[in-house]
Nanobody
Framework: EVQLQASGGGLVQAGGSLRLSCAAS????????IGWFRQAPGKEREGVSC????????RYADSVKGRFTISSDNAKNTVYLQMNILKAEDTAVYYC?????????????????WGQGTLVTVAS
């Protein structure tokens, strides 16, 4: 059974850092690209970052470029999202998702599997 487990959310002060983890089971990251998405209260789901399994290429939303870094540890079948210089507007539930084929995109509709989400709250 394919599963994604997102973790690492919490409450942090503005300017602080958090690292989110997305642990995959039931499939290998070698065949899937992983994306991070977020949804704030009353807002649409937004693509944050993704990483391709084919060549390790990454993509970032403009709103997080230079502050967030996505990485993959295939030995642990886990993808991380390091979030630095957090802002109040980063507050949201963060989800990780997987799409077969390895090429990453920030379009949520192409993803096949989704994790349950982890809440990030940034206090200003």
């Amino acid at each position: 059974e394919v599963q994604l487990q997102a973790s690492g959310g919490g409450l942090v002060q503005a300017g602080g850092s958090l690292r989110l983890s997305c642990a995959a089971s039931g499939f290998t990251l070698d065949d899937y690209a992983i994306g991070w998405f977020r949804q704030a209260p009353g807002k649409e789901r937004e693509g944050v970052s993704c990483i391709s399994s084919i060549d390790g290429r990454t993509r970032y939303a403009d709103s997080v470029k230079g502050r967030f870094t996505i990485s993959s540890d295939n030995a642990k079948n886990t993808v991380y999202l390091q979030m630095n210089i957090l802002k109040a507007e980063d507050t949201a539930v963060y989800y990780c998702a997987a799409v077969w084929g390895g090429v990453c995109t920030l379009l949520a509709e192409v993803y096949d599997y989704w994790g349950q989400g982890t809440l990030v709250t940034v206090a200003s």
